[in-house]
Antibody
């Protein structure tokens, strides 16, 4: 069974750094792209970027380029999303997703990690 | 603003048929995928490609496409189908992922 299990909810202050994780299991982690999707409170889905754990090829949405860093450690089947300096506007639910490039779709979703940034 | 446009809200009477649409220039070249998101839950893929359903998705869900519009049809809507529905595809350059703004489906 394919599973994407994300790290727990975080409460941070503006300016702090953060790295959240997503562990894949039940499939070959290095053979599929992993993506991150943001959902701000009461809003829709926004694609942030994707990474291919096999060779760490990474592609960002222009809206998130330079704002976050996506990485992966294939030895432990885990992908990461990190911020160096959080803003209140980063408050959102973040989903990790398995991305099927050949069909341009997200076929499995993690449970989500709620990030709250507040002073 | 999204390159895929969806109606913000649609309603349907219990047991009736409803179509949720997604418009965008890129849909002339690429298929859309559809996701269902219930309150407090992660989205779930319900339709992809020409008209494909992942395992476990009821056959009352179907997809179609014409010109710049992709459609998700629910034939015989059930109370449990009340949710937000999002389409996604590529942008007009073909290089980036885009989502529609979402449609809130109410089952009356």
């Amino acid at each position: 069974e394919v599973q994407l299990v994300q790290s727990g909810a975080e409460v941070k202050k503006p300016g702090e750094s953060l790295k959240i994780s997503c562990k894949g299991s039940g499939y070959s982690f290095t053979s599929y792209w992993i993506g991150w999707v943001r959902q701000m409170p009461g809003k829709g889905l926004e694609w942030m970027g994707i990474i291919y754990p096999g060779d760490s090829d990474t592609r960002y949405s222009p809206s998130f380029q330079g704002q976050v860093t996506i990485s992966a450690d294939k030895s432990i089947s885990t992908a990461y999303l990190q911020w160096s300096s959080l803003k209140a506007s980063d408050t959102a639910m973040y989903y990790c997703v398995r991305f099927v490039l050949s069909q341009w779709l997200f076929d499995y979703w993690g449970q989500g990690t709620l990030v709250t940034v507040s002073s | 603003s999204s390159e895929l446009t969806q109606d913000p809200a649609v309603s349907v009477a219990l047991g009736q048929t409803v179509r949720i649409t997604c418009q965008g220039d890129s849909l002339r070249s690429y298929y859309a995928s559809w996701y269902q998101q219930k309150p407090g839950q992660a989205p779930v893929l319900v339709i992809y490609g020409k008209n494909n359903r992942p395992s476990g998705i009821p056959d009352r869900f179907s997809g179609s496409s014409s010109g710049n519009t992709a459609s998700l049809t629910i034939t015989g809507a059930q109370a449990e189908d009340e949710a937000d529905y999002y389409c996604n595809s590529r942008d007009s350059s073909g290089n980036r992922v885009v989502f529609g703004g979402g449609t809130k489906l109410t089952v009356l």
